[in-house]
């Protein structure tokens, strides 16, 4: 693509280091894979909705690839809700709640911490996805896209990107002003809460302040981080585990 050609310039495939064959080789065997996962999984939950769904996603991310990236914040809003989606795809796998950890992803967590990580997922990865479009906008210019950045201008997608990072410290005010945190936690999730509440507010500055595509590459970065760190607090905080 002419985009990654401009964005990318060492991409194995813009180079011609790997052909487009092998390339579509690999996704298809990846596909059949996955599919043979989940068909294993309905077949022992007896949850058989569970292979049918999965080849639906990967004709959605196709469609994802192929138009909806290049709209303004369609493909951006589709990829976030597909990740805010995993803990509840997990958590139902399971039907019933003893012994969850045996076959699911998530432990025995409430559908209150459920939803705290799925907003928490929601919300970085959707600044994720358009502190990328940022980073990306020559490229994406060059090759007739109308990502948000281009269509609404570089501030305008700024801005969105901080409030969005900034709504998660709010996020995490609101579960303890209204005691949607397990009561007496531990010094090592107070510690890990007010990690993520400092790492964000600190991200929603940089975001202020960045103006070049090397701002925004570390910015990128640095999100990615925040949301390895901020799931696995919620998880800990929500899970079985007393630390």
């Given at each position: 693509?002419?985009?990654?050609?401009?964005?990318?310039?060492?991409?194995?495939?813009?180079?011609?280091?790997?052909?487009?064959?092998?390339?579509?080789?690999?996704?298809?065997?990846?596909?059949?894979v996955g599919?043979?996962?989940?068909?294993?999984?309905?077949?022992?939950?007896?949850?058989?909705?569970?292979?049918?769904?999965?080849?639906?996603?990967?004709?959605?991310?196709?469609?994802y690839n192929?138009?909806?990236?290049?709209?303004?914040?369609?493909?951006?809003?589709?990829?976030?809700?597909?990740?805010?989606?995993?803990?509840?795809?997990?958590?139902?796998?399971?039907?019933?709640?003893?012994?969850?950890?045996?076959?699911?992803?998530?432990?025995?967590?409430?559908?209150?911490?459920?939803?705290?990580?799925?907003g928490f997922?929601?919300?970085?990865?959707?600044?994720?996805?358009?502190?990328?479009?940022?980073?990306?906008?020559?490229?994406?210019?060059?090759?007739?896209?109308?990502?948000?950045?281009?269509?609404?201008?570089?501030?305008?997608?700024?801005?969105?990107?901080?409030?969005?990072?900034?709504?998660?410290?709010?996020?995490?005010?609101?579960?303890?002003?209204?005691?949607?945190?397990?009561?007496?936690?531990?010094?090592?999730?107070?510690?890990?809460?007010?990690?993520?509440?400092?790492?964000?507010?600190?991200?929603?500055?940089?975001?202020?302040?960045?103006?070049?595509?090397?701002?925004?590459?570390?910015?990128?970065?640095?999100?990615?981080?925040?949301?390895?760190?901020?799931?696995?607090?919620?998880?800990?905080?929500?899970?079985?585990?007393?630390?």
């Amino acid at each position: 693509r002419l985009a990654d050609r401009i964005n990318i310039h060492n991409r194995p495939l813009v180079h011609h280091r790997i052909s487009r064959g092998k390339v579509i080789f690999t996704l298809i065997g990846i596909g059949l894979v996955g599919w043979l996962q989940a068909l294993w999984i309905g077949w022992v939950l007896n949850k058989m909705e569970f292979a049918i769904l999965f080849p639906i996603i990967p004709v959605l991310l196709y469609l994802y690839n192929r138009y909806l990236k290049h709209l303004p914040l369609v493909g951006n809003v589709l990829i976030a809700i597909f990740c805010a989606a995993v803990p509840w795809l997990a958590w139902l796998a399971v039907p019933n709640p003893v012994g969850r950890w045996e076959l699911a992803i998530l432990p025995d967590i409430s559908v209150t911490g459920l939803s705290l990580l799925s907003g928490f997922v929601f919300l970085s990865i959707l600044s994720l996805e358009i502190t990328k479009d940022l980073k990306d906008r020559a490229g994406d210019l060059a090759a007739g896209s109308r990502t948000f950045p281009i269509v609404s201008g570089s501030g305008a997608a700024k801005n969105l990107i901080i409030l969005l990072l900034s709504m998660i410290p709010v996020l995490q005010a609101a579960g303890f002003r209204f005691s949607y945190y397990p009561p007496n936690p531990s010094i090592a999730i107070l510690i890990l809460h007010g990690i993520i509440v400092a790492m964000f507010i600190w991200l929603s500055v940089e975001s202020w302040m960045a103006k070049r595509k090397k701002d925004y590459q570390k910015l990128d970065n640095w999100i990615k981080w925040g949301l390895l760190i901020g799931s696995v607090d919620l998880i800990l905080t929500f899970g079985p585990w007393n630390f």
